[in-house]
């Protein structure tokens, strides 16, 4: 096991400056998962600490020591991509052990460490088979197979799963987070599949265009989100936004919605977010509005709800009827809220 410490870390390829001066701190046994949007930067990073990239400033420290200028089989790392690229003419067993044979491990070794990864992946049925004979999740079991032989003291993860199907991808999602459960390894997994980095990590890493925008535990990204960006990033259907007015009480006006939030913080033009799930439509509720499109989602329905020229997604846990039209009331779960200055897109201080 191994910590990983990127200071000051700037990376330019071609003419783009891709990452600036990124600082970022992964602790030992820690699941850290980077999010972001395609092209952000995600890869280039991890190619970073693999070494497979060089960087244009700034170092890169693994378990302590400073790997910034070292190959990459001098890391201690084991990487998986996205693509599995396995050697079509070898057989599981050998694609797995392939590196190990590479680096002159005894046999016996080999042996041992191999018998060990496929019984955690389940690969023990098939390693004698070849690539082609292998399903798609099957395949990136054995790609998982292949870094975990080599016992590294980091794995880094490039959307592993995202070639896979949704149900594959579920399953293999919960499989390596045992996994992680087992080894205690360090992990840095990519992905910009939310549920994954809800799911997997201990910290998400968000980012966008190069630059890390919150780092934090998935609940505490998800709850507290540290500006519109993150807060439109996680979270499906995307929390809402009001554009709107706050003043020194803490009460939040807009066309479509006026709404006390009891938020002692800086008056002026404001973003109101609200999660999906504080929305509660009830007869009780202190806002009205009405239907204008219902999404069954099998254990919960997402309703639409037009309120001024806004329309607001509300997650209902039953199985109510609502038809479009419908005049319906909701409440707000006010204490939930986010509240973004407008100008800076940040979270306000003191929310
Ligand atoms: N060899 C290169 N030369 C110049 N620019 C590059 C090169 N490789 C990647 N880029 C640019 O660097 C940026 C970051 O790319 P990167 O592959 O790290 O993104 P990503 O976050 O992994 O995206 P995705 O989710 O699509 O995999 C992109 O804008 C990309 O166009
Ligand atoms: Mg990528």
Not at 68 to 95: C, W
Not at 124 to 129: F, K, Q, S, T, Y
Not at 203 to 225: F, H, K, L
Not at 309 to 321: G, P, Q, Y
């Amino acid at each position: 096991m191994s910590n990983v410490c990127l200071r000051k870390l700037s990376i330019t390829l071609g003419a783009n400056e891709i990452i600036k001066e990124l600082d970022l701190s992964v602790e030992e046994g820690e699941f850290l998962v980077l999010l972001g949007p395609s092209g952000c930067g995600k890869s280039t990073l991890l190619h970073s600490v693999a070494g497979l990239i060089d960087v244009s400033g700034g170092t890169v420290e693994i378990g302590g020591a400073d790997m910034t200028h070292a190959d990459p089989s001098e890391r201690g790392i084991g990487m998986v991509f996205q693509s599995y690229a396995l050697y079509p003419t070898m057989t599981v067993a050998k694609n797995m052990s392939f590196g190990l044979r590479i680096a002159g491990t005894p046999k016996a070794e080999i042996e041992r460490r191999l018998a060990r990864a496929a019984e955690m992946l389940h690969l023990e049925a098939l390693l004698d088979r070849k690539p082609a004979q292998l399903s798609g999740g099957q395949r990136q079991r054995v790609a998982i197979g292949r870094a975990l032989v080599r016992q590294a003291g980091v794995f880094l993860f490039d959307e592993p799963l995202s070639n896979l199907d949704a149900k594959l991808r579920a399953e293999l999602r919960r499989e390596l987070k045992l996994l992680h459960q087992t080894l205690r390894s360090t992990m840095i997994y990519v992905t910009h599949d939310q549920v994954e980095a809800m799911t997997l990590a201990t910290r998400i890493v968000v980012m966008r265009a190069g630059v890390i925008q919150q780092i934090g535990a998935p609940s505490e990204v998800y709850e507290r989100p540290a500006n519109l960006f993150v807060a439109g990033f996680l979270g499906s259907p995307s929390m809402n936004f009001i554009e709107g007015e706050l003043d020194a009480l803490g009460r939040f006006t807009s066309s479509s919605l006026m709404l006390d939030t009891g938020i002692e913080a800086k008056a002026g033009a404001v973003v109101l977010g609200i999660r999906p799930e504080h929305i509660s439509v009830s007869v009780a509720g202190q806002f009205e509005g009405s239907v204008a499109l219902v999404e069954p989602m099998g254990n919960h329905q997402i309703v639409w709800i037009a309120v001024g020229e806004r329309k607001l997604s509300a997650i209902v846990n039953d199985t109510r009827v609502f038809n479009l039209g419908d005049a319906v009331r909701f409440g707000v779960d006010t204490r939930r809220v986010s509240l973004f200055d407008k100008a800076s897109e940040q979270r306000l201080a003191g929310t």
